[in-house]
């Protein structure tokens, strides 16, 4: 049974417009999240996390937004740019930040010019 | 500094071999955690290792087992492949007091069981 769901299996946005990435949860012990971008060849990178504590956290272009009465996340990259081609995982944990992370099927992203 | 490394990029095995996956940990990493990124799937947690000690598994057989140098370098071994255990794995290293946003993954191996 997945504990983190990633229910888009790609997303396509125009370059310069919002890209809107979502991820659902069942588990209510998480209380770490994470976003990774993934190109190919390459290993994931961590991109922005937030803590349960928390609703909102932003870096730059990026935005994660945590819904906990729905186990709902979602990740805002704008504008978005051809770059952030990609695909995008959603992770959680329920140690933290030290605990071992679950990991969404993830989302492919294609930004077109 | 250099970044997490992992050799084969590709590996191809038959049914019932053995096979034993490496990885670098980056610079300065104390722990290394590997996954299996299997077709179509996000990254499975297998196991961590710290300061050459397990330190956390997921839900693999005992047929997957690791090692941890000590200069943090890792092995991930896996016995009596399956045709499932066809996957990318991937490992990476992090500071254990770092947490999970500051662990960095390498490129991982192709695995292959035919």
């Known amino acids: 049974d997945q504990q983190v769901k990633q229910n888009s299996p790609s997303l396509s946005v125009q370059e310069g417009r919002i890209s809107i990435l979502n991820c659902d949860y069942t588990n209510s012990m998480f209380d770490y999240f994470l976003w990774y971008k993934k190109y190919p060849a390459e290993g994931p990178t961590f991109l922005i996390s937030?803590?349960?504590?928390?609703d909102k956290n932003e870096d730059g272009r990026f935005t994660v937004f945590l819904n906990k009465s729905a186990k709902h996340l979602s990740l805002h990259i704008v504008p978005s740019q051809p770059g952030d081609s990609a695909v995008y995982f959603c992770?959680?944990?329920?140690?933290?930040?030290?605990?071992?992370?679950?990991f969404g099927k993830g989302t492919k992203l294609s930004v077109k010019p | 500094e250099t970044g997490v490394t992992q050799s084969p990029t590709h590996l191809i095995k038959t049914r019932g071999q053995q096979v034993t996956l490496r990885c670098s940990s980056q610079?300065?990493?104390?722990?290394v955690s590997w996954y299996q990124q299997a077709l179509g799937q996000g990254p499975q947690f297998i196991f961590q290792y710290y300061r050459e000690e397990e330190n956390g598994r997921g839900n693999f057989p005992p047929r997957f087992s690791g090692l941890q140098f000590p200069n943090y370098s890792s092995e991930l071994n896996v016995n009596a492949l399956e045709l499932d255990d066809s996957a990318l794995y991937l490992c990476?290293?992090?500071?254990?007091?770092?947490?999970?946003?500051?662990?960095?993954f390498g490129p991982g191996t192709r695995l292959t069981v035919l």
């Open positions: 610079s300065g990493h104390n722990t």
């Open positions: 992770a959680a944990s329920a140690g933290g930040s030290q605990g071992n992370l679950i």
């Open positions: 937030i803590s349960s504590i928390k």
């Open positions: 990476a290293s992090s500071w254990m007091a770092g947490g999970a946003d500051t662990q960095y």
